[in-house]
């Protein structure tokens, strides 16, 4: 008979360690699972922002999160996308939009269809083709209603790091999470595994499974298993400015000659940040920089350095990282809570059968190491992809190697508009779609299958998707009104 996990310890801060400790109690805690969250009191910065991708709102499921609660409490607005403006230097943008890029036909995927226009003179960008970003670009949320659209459009959310955590802390309350003081906490090991961990008033918490979202434990078990991993930006300041109205639908990143700016609009106050190489760039004229592209006066805060290390095990023995603490996240694309949602549900997925071995491990860190891999190639394709000419920083961004997977994906969507496929991928073919060809790469060439629908034909088509598009953009409601709906109750 196996011995089944029976008292699970969290130890960290932030929103990692709520987040594991509610999903873990609200999946295990009818089957008698114990879970104490050790808080070591670390909380996001007063100006920190999280951008969470359209599948947060399904996990938010497994938590138990109302999405009025994240208005209410984390300032929460609608994410349908994340603009990109001055990649290619001058006034260029584009959006990265949470949703389809038109809708295939003919047996084929649209994008070939819109390769061959392009070829044959067509001047109207792929992102036109897209419900979502068309309705994100106007101020709208909502559901494609006409039938002859045939296109998703999903949305995610902009989050007060802060309030998030708040709001987390509070749902573990209200399952029965144990939560401690963490300050000066002492973990102790003992033949390969965390035996308990000591707390400053003495008391000893033992568990039969550790959740670090800290890197102590880990770090403890594993001393040489994090790896450094290399960054293009290495110190970032965060701040806040007056909130927009109206209030976009999708956040901003505007690069500079040192690095780039994001601005995330909340209910409360325009989230704003700047990532720049401490090499190329003074903290005062970052602070200016920011300023600048938020267009506005910007609380700032103190600068943090950026360091970034990876762990080829997250789940050692009876330990097992999440968040920071298996390997930091890039800084763009929502990548830090999809890697953290993904890790907590990895581990409530393998959730291990007995105590005293645990085999699911193996599983687990190739599953990490896959995602990280697969997310890291998606913000590597802004750099290497950049047409920013001149500027040290970004020449030496579009030169650094990338992974081969990476490089084949470019390779194939710049020979024929497809994509090829690997394990663990986080994003859809249509969001590579979109930034790909944002950032100005064509396709060579098109499927041949293509060419089979007649010229007068395919333009019929564009155009009946582009007016597809157009009366369900009007029938959408304003982001104002979504959020009044969502906090009323209204779904």
Not at 252 to 270: K, N, Q, T, Y
Not at 364 to 373: Q, V
Request: proline fraction near 5%; glycine fraction near 10%.
């Amino acid at each position: 008979m196996s011995a089944p996990v029976e008292r699970v310890v969290v130890y960290g801060g932030g929103v990692a360690a709520p987040m594991a400790a509610l999903a873990i109690a609200r999946a295990f805690g009818r089957l008698g699972t114990q879970v104490t969250w050790i808080d070591t009191a670390e909380a996001p910065s007063p100006h920190a922002a999280l951008v969470g991708l359209p599948d947060l709102v399904s996990f938010h499921r497994l938590l138990g999160i109302g999405d009025s609660a994240l208005i209410g409490s984390a300032s929460a607005t609608l994410n349908m996308g994340q603009q990109f403006a001055g990649w290619a230097g001058g006034g260029d943008t584009f959006l990265h939009a949470y949703g389809d890029v038109g809708s295939a036909f003919a047996a084929l995927p649209f994008v070939q269809h819109w390769t061959r226009a392009r070829h044959a003179g067509l001047r109207v960008a792929l992102e036109d083709f897209s419900l979502a970003a068309a309705a994100a670009k106007e101020g709208r949320a909502g559901e494609a209603r006409d039938p002859a659209t045939r296109q998703a459009v999903r949305h995610g959310w902009h989050l007060d790091a802060a309030g998030y955590a708040a709001l987390l802390r509070a749902a573990c309350e209200r399952v029965g999470v144990t939560i401690l003081p963490g300050a000066d906490a002492r973990p102790h090991d003992g033949d390969g595994s965390l035996e308990r961990i000591v707390l400053a008033d003495g008391e000893a918490v033992t568990g039969d499974l550790f959740v670090d979202a800290d890197g102590a434990l880990v770090g403890l078990l594993d001393p040489q298993g994090a790896a450094p991993d290399n960054v293009f930006c290495d110190r970032v300041i965060r701040g806040s400015a007056a909130p927009l109205d109206p209030l976009p639908l999708y956040s901003r990143v505007a690069a500079h000659d040192a690095g780039w700016a994001a601005l995330i609009p909340l209910g409360d106050r325009l989230a704003v940040e700047i990532a720049y190489a401490g090499a190329r760039m003074s903290d005062d004229s970052a602070r200016a920089v920011l300023a600048r592209i938020a267009g506005r006066p910007v609380e700032a805060g103190e600068t943090e350095p950026v360091r970034a290390t990876r762990r080829a095990r997250p789940w050692v023995s009876n330990c097992v990282a999440i968040g920071r603490a298996a390997g930091a996240a890039p800084l763009l694309d929502g990548a830090e809570l999809l890697l953290l949602q993904l890790a907590v549900a990895q581990l409530v997925l393998l959730w291990p059968i007995d105590r005293s071995v645990m085999p699911e491990a193996l599983i687990y860190n190739e599953e990490l190491a896959g995602s990280h891999a697969r997310v890291g190639d998606f913000t590597a394709q802004h750099f290497r992809l950049n047409a920013r000419n001149g500027e040290r920083f970004w020449d030496d961004a579009r030169a650094a190697p990338v992974s081969a997977e990476l490089a084949g994906k470019i390779d194939l969507f710049a020979a024929r508009g497809m994509f090829a496929h690997f394990n663990h991928e986080a994003h859809v073919e249509d969001g590579w779609a979109l930034c790909m060809a944002g950032h100005g790469v064509v396709p060579r060439s098109f499927d041949p299958q293509a060419s089979l629908v007649a010229d007068q034909a395919l333009m019929a088509e564009f155009q009946r998707q582009l007016r597809a598009v157009a009366v369900d953009v009007r029938g959408m409601e304003t982001h104002a009104g979504a959020l009044a709906r969502i906090r009323s109750g209204g779904g």
